[in-house]
């Protein structure tokens, strides 16, 4: 049986990844490989140096090209930064069936006014999500098609981006000689590949822990109720241990790994964390656990308290039944789930991807969140993008590798 095969990109501002999965048939997802290399090039997960980002894309080509020995010509790609925000538009029509019922075009036509809401030209859009509808302006319900009224609304929620880092983000792409097909929001995407069904519905926040930039998606009353990005990452954490204790950036990333944590406990004054020498001129420094771990924790419980702040406003707080769901490489920090526990008063936990098809445990990890999700986000929504039909035509089929022999007989020919 043919298979169509579909690629996700991630550029982070510390890693990137690439994996590549086989829809052997309507409704499955194969995971066949997830290759992730050294980012450079960004900065707070928006593109800084356009050729050095490419270099890191084809990099990753590269890396899974061999594994796979296959050539990608067409890739989704995951959008984050700190520029990412969501905004709440709706449309109204009047119900045009017989006997003032709303019609399934009715509906449609909802939709696509609430879509079409005018972004400040400086803002692409992203997504479009459906929220709810009422009727009447007033009632809300689930899907008004065949209720009687004289009006329906749609109220959605736009997902939008800034659309110069979004285009530097594509240019750097498309420099690596591939295309860009499908573009996701990456909290969208880390919750698609970590949330059962029951947590949506009970009400649940996914927060995505990247190394330049957090991002956060929000489910609450039965829909995605809030989306977006803060400009703080684990980045910001080795920078702040970098400024405080005088070390160089690998160093810091590497006492931050071996010895770092999100909460301070009195016994780690009386513990020493060692920083590892990384040359001869650098040799191995001794710090208090305590300091470090200080350093730490100001800056997550920092970050947790903004999102605090922001899910409090938009009364999000007391929906999140469900609790949190700590994604990407941040959640591998000692003590982080109970540290965003005390900050956002709900329950915490890491998350790893559910629901793909005999996955390996090497890539059920809380880094791999994004983009497994936006293999997941490709595969239910390629067939309907815009001005493409077919999942195959969308992602064109991935081609065999030329062999060494067959490219020296073509240059000869």
Request: net charge negative.
């Amino acid at each position: 049986m043919s298979a169509d095969l579909i690629a996700a990109l991630e550029i982070g501002t510390s890693q990137a990844r690439i994996a590549l999965a086989e829809i052997p048939e309507p409704g499955l997802l194969a995971v066949r490989s997830v290759q992730t290399v050294r980012s450079s090039g960004l900065r707070k997960s928006q593109v800084v140096d356009v050729a050095s980002a490419t270099r890191v894309v084809q990099l990753a080509l590269d890396k899974i090209e061999e594994t796979m020995d296959c050539a990608v010509e067409e890739v989704s790609l995951a959008v984050s930064g700190s520029d990412t925000q969501a905004s709440p538009a709706k449309g109204t029509v009047p119900a045009s069936g017989e006997d003032r019922s709303v019609t399934r075009e009715d509906v449609d036509r909802a939709l696509e006014l609430a879509r079409d809401v005018q972004l400040p030209a400086d803002r692409e859009r992203l997504h479009t999500v459906p929220q709810r509808f009422l009727l009447n302006e007033t009632h809300p319900v689930d899907d008004p098609a065949g209720m009687e009224a004289a009006s329906v609304t749609a109220q959605v929620l736009l997902v939008h981006a800034g659309q110069t880092p979004l285009r530097n983000l594509v240019r750097a792409v498309r420099g690596a000689e591939v295309e860009v097909g499908l573009q996701a929001f990456s909290g969208i995407c880390a919750g698609l590949a970590v949330l059962p069904p029951e947590d949506k519905g009970q009400g649940v926040a996914v927060i995505d822990l990247g190394g330049g930039s957090t991002n956060y998606l929000v489910y609450a009353r039965g829909h995605i109720a809030a989306a977006g990005s803060l400009p703080v990452g684990g980045d910001h954490v080795t920078n702040d241990l970098v400024q405080g204790l005088g070390l160089s950036s690998l160093r810091a990333e590497r006492l931050k790994a071996d010895h770092g944590g999100a909460l301070v406990r009195e016994q780690d004054r009386f513990r020493k964390a060692k920083a590892p020498a990384v040359s001869a001129s650098e040799p191995e420094r001794e710090f208090s656990l305590y300091d470090v771990r200080a350093i730490m924790n100001a800056r997550m419980d920092e970050l947790f308290q903004m999102l605090a702040e922001r899910f409090q406003r938009e009364e999000l707080l007391e929906s999140l039944h469900a609790g949190v769901v700590l994604t990407g490489g941040g959640a591998y920090m000692r003590e982080v789930a109970e540290l965003a526990e005390r900050a956002l008063g709900r329950t915490c936990r890491v998350g790893l991807p559910v629901g793909f098809a005999a996955l390996p445990s090497e890539w059920c990890v809380p880094e791999h969140a994004t983009v497994l999700g936006l293999l997941r986000y490709t595969a239910l929504n390629g067939a309907t993008h815009p001005g493409r039909s077919g999942i195959g035509r969308l992602f064109r089929r991935l081609l065999p590798r030329r062999t060494r022999d067959e490219e020296l007989a073509e240059e000869e020919a």
